[in-house]
């Protein structure tokens, strides 16, 4: 493991020294300040609606619980510098994405504005490097390029690419939905196995990931992280232009998904959702009930997990415990049961403890709709879909009898006809004819069927 970390360092060295002789160095303060310019002051007055600020999560030295890994700070414009120096410079835990968020939590939900998309990089060597500054900045056309990024972050062992907004995103709902996209095309793009990453498995994440601090300490490696301006500010439609599938571009003129029903009509097909969301007006996401079968089936699926993806199988053990209803401690036991067994899997990065805290943070309500693409994409297991064809059970199986009659009607039969097979009320009789003196319940227990079955026909 030392002579791991000794390669590591020397091939951090080696890489800042490129970046070095092309780019010019900017430290964290800087860094956020240029990310985030239009942070809210200590006690300023934001009026009737929340002025979105840069949230961060930070490791307390004096905190003792280590079940609590982390604490939220908002990133305040007029305190920004004490803070940096108190809970960001040279600390080995901090967590920062590219969002602005309304109000003191840092959930999806509660995102307002995206000032920055921020891509993962793992595994970068020289050759890796040199592959990925030969590639961005090209026009989209050419195979495998890749835009002008704004930031280019050594995080340890590999990249953070960041794409730093003109002007900030609004994160309307569907918005939100298509930027996911957006970053999952060009992360497919991005990532190539030998070209511009030595790990193989391309790692998906979501647009409100937390990536370690510009200016805090990598302290698996005990590395700084550092940052170097590769480019200006960038748009919207200069990203989309990268998109390898059309329907993967972002387009701000669709906000919102457009309703198919008028509010009369969705009263009238949708009455108990009319009843919670328009008049209760709870515009949270109903929660599904889910059998905790889904969640036994998640932990029997840790021997799938690749190296690259073990965060984020814990991250959805957490998930499916929220679906699931599992006590939080219980999925925390779970975790910790898992957890030699995933630090085994062959990786650059070592899975630590930290890490497994960092991941049952996502046990929060917001995650109770996670869909199965997302969690396919972020852990590279596949999920096989039920059978309805995302029909309710009633509607399937409307449909499946339509289709047995049919056949049925092909070949000149009739289900009612069984097909040859005795029906029940032959079969008891018979039965009763060479045993006339077993009782119901033996008759019952023989013939494998009801006791209220044979009364109907004794």
Same mark, same amino acid.
């Given at each position: 493991?030392?002579?791991?970390?000794?390669?590591?360092?020397?091939?951090?060295?080696?890489?800042?020294?490129?970046?070095?002789?092309?780019?010019?160095?900017?430290?964290?303060?800087?860094?956020?300040?240029?990310?985030?310019?239009?942070?809210?002051?200590?006690?300023?007055?934001?009026?009737?609606?929340?002025?979105?600020?840069?949230?961060?999560?930070?490791?307390?030295?004096?905190?003792?619980?280590?079940?609590?890994?982390?604490?939220?700070?908002?990133?305040?414009?007029?305190?920004?510098?004490?803070?940096?120096?108190?809970?960001?410079?040279?600390?080995?835990?901090?967590?920062?994405?590219?969002?602005?968020?309304?109000?003191?939590?840092?959930?999806?939900?509660?995102?307002?504005?995206?000032?920055?998309?921020?891509?993962?990089?793992?595994?970068?060597?020289?050759?890796?490097?040199?592959?990925?500054?030969?590639?961005?900045?090209?026009?989209?056309?050419?195979?495998?390029?890749?835009?002008?990024?704004?930031?280019?972050?050594?995080?340890?062992?590999?990249?953070?690419?960041?794409?730093?907004?003109?002007?900030?995103?609004?994160?309307?709902?569907?918005?939100?939905?298509?930027?996911?996209?957006?970053?999952?095309?060009?992360?497919?793009?991005?990532?190539?196995?030998?070209?511009?990453?030595?790990?193989?498995?391309?790692?998906?994440?979501?647009?409100?990931?937390?990536?370690?601090?510009?200016?805090?300490?990598?302290?698996?490696?005990?590395?700084?992280?550092?940052?170097?301006?590769?480019?200006?500010?960038?748009?919207?439609?200069?990203?989309?232009?990268?998109?390898?599938?059309?329907?993967?571009?972002?387009?701000?003129?669709?906000?919102?998904?457009?309703?198919?029903?008028?509010?009369?009509?969705?009263?009238?097909?949708?009455?108990?959702?009319?009843?919670?969301?328009?008049?209760?007006?709870?515009?949270?996401?109903?929660?599904?009930?889910?059998?905790?079968?889904?969640?036994?089936?998640?932990?029997?699926?840790?021997?799938?997990?690749?190296?690259?993806?073990?965060?984020?199988?814990?991250?959805?053990?957490?998930?499916?415990?929220?679906?699931?209803?599992?006590?939080?401690?219980?999925?925390?036991?779970?975790?910790?049961?898992?957890?030699?067994?995933?630090?085994?899997?062959?990786?650059?990065?070592?899975?630590?403890?930290?890490?497994?805290?960092?991941?049952?943070?996502?046990?929060?309500?917001?995650? %109770?709709?996670?869909?199965?693409?997302?969690? #396919?994409?972020?852990?590279? @297991? +596949?999920?096989? /879909?039920? =059978? !309805?064809? %995302?029909?309710?059970?009633?509607?399937?199986? #409307?449909?499946?009898?339509? @289709? +047995?009659?049919? /056949?049925? =009607? !092909?070949?000149?039969?009739?289900?009612?006809?069984?097909?040859?097979?005795?029906?029940?009320?032959?079969?008891?009789?018979?039965?009763?004819?060479?045993?006339?003196?077993?009782?119901?319940?033996?008759?019952?227990?023989?013939?494998?069927?009801?006791?209220?079955?044979?009364?109907?026909?004794?």
């Amino acid at each position: 493991m030392a002579n791991n970390i000794k390669d590591i360092q020397g091939n951090y060295t080696k890489i800042k020294d490129i970046l070095d002789c092309n780019y010019d160095e900017i430290n964290g303060y800087d860094f956020y300040r240029y990310l985030f310019p239009n942070n809210q002051n200590e006690g300023e007055d934001s009026g009737e609606h929340y002025k979105p600020n840069a949230i961060y999560l930070y490791r307390d030295e004096e905190e003792e619980n280590p079940k609590r890994t982390y604490k939220k700070r908002i990133m305040l414009n007029n305190n920004w510098e004490e803070d940096y120096m108190n809970y960001v410079e040279c600390n080995d835990k901090t967590l920062c994405s590219g969002l602005s968020y309304r109000g003191k939590t840092n959930r999806l939900e509660n995102a307002q504005h995206m000032n920055a998309l921020v891509f993962d990089l793992d595994a970068v060597g020289e050759d890796e490097l040199f592959n990925l500054r030969a590639r961005i900045g090209r026009k989209p056309e050419a195979y495998r390029t890749l835009p002008q990024p704004t930031f280019i972050v050594m995080s340890g062992t590999g990249l953070h690419i960041y794409y730093v907004f003109k002007d900030p995103i609004d994160l309307y709902p569907n918005i939100k939905l298509q930027l996911k996209q957006l970053k999952y095309d060009l992360t497919f793009r991005m990532w190539d196995y030998k070209g511009t990453s030595k790990e193989k498995q391309v790692q998906y994440q979501s647009i409100n990931q937390g990536f370690r601090m510009v200016g805090s300490i990598n302290d698996k490696y005990d590395l700084e992280v550092v940052a170097f301006k590769t480019g200006g500010k960038v748009t919207l439609d200069y990203l989309n232009s990268y998109a390898m599938k059309e329907e993967n571009k972002v387009d701000i003129n669709r906000p919102f998904k457009p309703s198919k029903y008028s509010k009369e009509e969705a009263k009238e097909k949708f009455p108990e959702w009319h009843q919670r969301v328009i008049v209760e007006g709870d515009k949270n996401a109903k929660k599904w009930n889910i059998k905790r079968d889904l969640y036994d089936w998640w932990l029997r699926q840790k021997d799938k997990v690749l190296g690259g993806h073990r965060y984020f199988y814990l991250m959805c053990m957490a998930i499916y415990g929220v679906k699931c209803n599992i006590p939080k401690e219980e999925v925390r036991e779970d975790m910790l049961d898992v957890f030699d067994y995933l630090a085994d899997i062959d990786h650059s990065n070592p899975l630590t403890e930290k890490d497994l805290y960092s991941a049952l943070e996502v046990y929060d309500r917001g995650y %109770y709709n996670f869909t199965i693409n997302d969690i #396919e994409k972020l852990t590279d @297991i +596949r999920i096989e /879909r039920n =059978k !309805r064809n %995302y029909q309710n059970q009633r509607d399937h199986l #409307e449909e499946a009898r339509m @289709i +047995r009659d049919l /056949r049925m =009607k !092909r070949e000149g039969k009739k289900w009612t006809d069984n097909n040859g097979r005795p029906s029940k009320e032959s079969l008891v009789k018979e039965y009763i004819e060479k045993n006339p003196d077993d009782n119901p319940t033996k008759i019952a227990k023989n013939l494998g069927i009801s006791r209220t079955t044979v009364y109907k026909y004794l």
